[in-house]
């Protein structure tokens, strides 16, 4: 059974400062994905990782996987506070088997990011 | 991009009744789609694997006989929640998978139901 992990699970920052949340996985999937989730919405799209050393930056935000760690992590830079939300980070079960449909997610616990000035 | 859209939103039932959900992709042709469960300060859960044309694969625990799939097309899905009762109360979310230049699952707006 694919089991993904996030931590922290809570995270008060200042803004200005930066920080690094981060998901394991169990078994070997080179299908990662980040999204973003504002309260009472649903799930905004921040980044797909498809492969080894993969890196993709936006803004403040910047996410890396290693399949080898089973890692990825989502680091942010100079926190604002319109950063605060809940991250999830999800990996994609038909990515384990190398198979060629899309979307089907085991999701992390998330992470509640708060942002104070 | 692409979009997945799905309504009502919201809605509140009462309890013995059933509730339909349906999520559209709108700019892409999606022949898998997902459905998933969120309850307060939880993550997701898959609930189901919606296939066009065939029966929906369900995740372990899931009532079939419940939760209603219907992929009758390749750009709509339906999730019926039938003999809704308060612990259905949840946030719905579908999500369909595209690949274009490159690999997205994506989401819709999810709807919130409350089964009184």
């Known amino acids: 059974e694919l089991k993904v992990e996030q931590n922290p699970l809570f995270l008060s920052m200042q803004e200005g400062k930066n920080y690094t949340i981060y998901c394991n996985y169990s078994?070997?999937?080179?299908?990662l994905y980040w999204y973003r989730q504002d309260p009472g919405k649903s799930l905004e799209s921040l980044f797909v990782?498809?492969?080894?050393?993969a890196v993709k930056q936006e803004g403040r935000l910047m996410a890396s996987l290693d399949t080898k760690a089973r890692l990825s992590t989502l680091h942010i830079t100079a926190a604002v506070h319109d950063l605060s939300a809940t991250y999830f980070c999800?990996?994609?079960?038909?990515?384990?088997?190398?198979?060629?449909?899309?979307?089907?997610?085991?999701f992390g616990q998330g992470t509640i990011l708060t942002v104070h000035p | 991009g692409a979009v997945v859209s799905q309504h009502p939103s919201r809605v509140i039932c009462k309890s013995g009744t059933s509730v339909k959900i349906e999520c559209r992709s709108l700019?892409?042709?999606?022949?898998?789609m997902f459905w998933y469960r969120q309850f307060p300060k939880q993550s997701l859960m898959l609930m189901a694997t919606?296939?066009?044309?065939?029966?929906?694969?369900?995740e372990q625990g899931v009532e079939k006989d419940k939760f209603l799939i219907n992929h009758a097309s390749l750009t709509l899905s339906t999730l019926t929640v039938t003999s809704a009762h308060p612990e259905d109360s949840s946030f719905y979310i579908c999500?369909?998978?595209?690949?274009?230049?490159?690999?997205?699952?994506?989401f819709g707006q999810g709807t919130r139901l409350t089964v009184v």
């Open positions: 999500s369909a998978g595209f690949w274009g230049q490159t690999i997205w699952a994506f």
């Open positions: 078994t070997t999937s080179d299908r």
């Open positions: 999800a990996v994609d079960m038909d990515g384990l088997a190398g198979g060629t449909s899309y979307g089907k997610l085991t």
């Open positions: 919606s296939n066009e044309g065939s029966k929906a694969t369900y």
């Open positions: 990782l498809l492969s080894n050393g």
């Open positions: 700019d892409f042709q999606a022949t898998t």
